[in-house]
């Protein structure tokens, strides 16, 4: 009898069926949690600028994307949505050109300095980084990096590194290092054995960690604002327009930026748990 | 085998951006709320920011909002996670939908929770649908701080857990399932085993998380704006404002050490009152 016990499971054969019921039903309801709020922004999203504001309000959209076309063609909206990719796309590129090497460093290497270093990465998690904005405002202004992609990117980057470092080192660690030697027998360089037997190992986790990046700078708000005036990114630009905008643009604005990083977050499942499990050490 | 130097060789870029990135502005951020533009020593910014009126409600609110939030994440996280893993099938699933909102922003997730909470919105349309009142509530105006507190509170719950339910999820899965059947077999039932074994070995997991909520909490921002605008004003709000409607850096960098002394203080009690002895790691 007792064999049918894992942790933290359920003693179905001995509390009998209710038991099943009670884990069932409170898994569905902490799904139904997470997932009926999303929905309900879908359904404001879908609808008329008039069924937004219609009160009560009817559970199920009526499929209109006026308030999404309306959205799209606000003036701002889509060189926001632009500055968005690029600020993103230099995050992804500096956090992973910074942070691969350094994760391969950490897994391969014993060497002095190497837990100052971890220290460093890890002291990261323990300041509010956004807060950076602050001073970089005004040193940018000095350097001329004011209200610039590239200057925002920085940042950004600064709270993706940890994370890129931490994956990067975890995704090396689980390769063993006779695969590696194995190449160095048969001729190849240090640079090669990586290029060609470790690479394309490691591919799909550097691509799942550069995603991580993107999503990182996609969904930063503060820095983006204190950072931007001209040149804002979307968050940014919504942050600034919540008081006065009209609610359907809210929610359409609310929607653009959900829906990627819900597609991002799918493609990146897989290596969450590698990364924090990592993180716990 | 390989040059000495190649180790640090491959750490410099990330460490020179991380002292050029992270230690060097947090050290010009101390500078900016000591010292005025002419390089006089000065406390007045801290007497500018305590004096005005907004300072003590702000930093009440971060301070209770953590509070409220941050346990009961905890809490709802650790009663996910051991769901999670009692589960047969369907724990990819499960935990994919539980994990979605670690996509989404804090600004989403604040406006996400506006269609709930605004005054036509979806719950004052339930309520009146089934016959609970007559006409809308308004839930987020400025004489309500109390339903505002109640909004972010859950929007901060619903976005925020995924992060602590994937850090103890990685944490339950390092530890040794020889653990739970040796209880089993000596009769420790459920409970027992959940916080005789489960808790003391997922502590390392529980500091992480709870540093990294703790530090999240007191940034909490955009979704105040989202759902309260101004009416609730937090501690990252405030530096917002000084440093734009106001156009004081120095105020605003008064604010900002005031946030990273607490997240400094936090985290180092937190690190106190959940240290694992060497030798009674997993």
């Not at chain 1, 038991?19 to 879908?42: D, E, N, Q």
């Not at chain 2, 870029?13 to 005025?36: D, M, N, R």
């Not at chain 2, 509170?153 to 850090?167: D, G, K, P, Q, S």
Request: net charge positive.
């Amino acid at each position: 009898m007792s064999t049918a016990h894992r942790f933290g499971s359920f003693p179905v054969q001995l509390a009998g069926s209710w038991h099943r019921y009670l884990f069932t039903g409170a898994v569905i309801l902490l799904c139904l949690w997470v997932l009926v709020p999303i929905y309900l922004l879908l359904v404001n999203t879908l609808s008329s600028a008039e069924a937004v504001a219609a009160y009560p309000k009817k559970p199920f959209p009526e499929i209109d994307t006026e308030s999404l076309q309306f959205f799209m063609n606000y003036a701002g909206v889509g060189q926001a949505l632009w500055n968005s990719i690029k600020v993103a796309t230099v995050t992804m590129i500096l956090s992973i050109a910074a942070g691969a090497p350094a994760g391969y460093a950490l897994s391969r290497f014993d060497f002095r300095g190497k837990d100052t270093f971890r220290i460093l990465v890890l002291m990261t998690r323990a300041f509010p980084l956004p807060l950076l904005a602050l001073p970089l405002a005004v040193l940018y202004i000095r350097i001329g990096l004011d209200d610039s992609v590239l200057g925002l990117a920085f940042v950004h980057t600064t709270l993706a590194l940890p994370f890129a470092v931490l994956i990067t080192f975890s995704l090396f660690s689980g390769i063993p290092i006779e695969l590696e030697e194995a190449a160095w027998t048969l001729g190849c360089n240090r640079f090669q054995a990586f290029y060609k037997v470790i690479f394309p190992l490691v591919l799909p986790g550097i691509a799942a960690s550069a995603i991580f990046a993107f999503v990182i700078s996609w969904n930063e708000v503060f820095a983006a604002a204190v950072l931007t005036i001209e040149n804002r990114t979307l968050p940014a630009f919504l942050l600034q327009g919540l008081s006065d905008s009209p609610m359907h643009l809210k929610f359409a604005g609310g929607a653009v930026l959900v829906l990627p990083a819900l597609l991002f977050i799918f493609l990146v499942r897989k290596y969450l748990f590698s990364m924090w499990g990592i993180a716990n050490r | 085998m390989y040059p000495r130097s190649l180790p640090y060789l491959l750490l410099l870029p990330s460490t020179l951006f991380l002292c050029v990135f992270f230690l060097y502005p947090f050290g010009l951020v101390a500078w900016q709320a000591f010292v005025t533009d002419t390089g006089q020593f000065t406390s007045e910014f801290f007497v500018e920011m305590k004096s005005h009126w907004k300072f003590g409600t702000a930093l009440t609110n971060t301070l209770m909002l953590a509070l409220a939030v941050v346990p009961f994440q905890i809490c709802l996280a650790l009663y996910m996670a051991t769901l999670v893993n009692g589960m047969k099938r369907g724990r990819d699933l499960i935990l994919y939908i539980w994990t979605i909102p670690l996509g989404i922003s804090d600004l989403a997730a604040g406006i996400i929770w506006l269609a709930v909470f605004e005054q036509t919105g979806f719950l004052n349309s339930m309520l009146q649908g089934i016959g609970v009142i007559d006409q809308p509530m308004s839930l987020l105006s400025y004489q309500n701080t109390g339903t505002i507190f109640l909004a972010i509170l859950l929007a901060e719950v619903w976005r925020a857990t995924a992060i602590v339910l994937v850090i103890l999820v990685a944490g339950m899965g390092l530890i040794p399932k020889e653990y739970y059947e040796a209880a089993e077999v000596f009769g420790a039932g459920r409970w027992k085993r959940f916080t005789r074994i489960t808790l003391p070995l997922l502590k390392p997991s529980l500091q992480t998380a709870m540093i990294l909520r703790v530090i999240l909490a007191f940034e909490v921002f955009a979704v105040v704006v989202a759902l309260g605008g101004t009416n609730l004003p937090v501690l990252m709000g405030e530096i917002y404002t000084w440093q734009f409607d106001l156009q004081d850096a120095n105020v605003a960098a008064a604010y900002a050490l005031v946030i990273l002394v607490i997240s400094i203080a936090c985290t180092l009690l937190i690190m106190w009152g959940l240290r694992t002895p060497k030798g009674a790691r997993v």
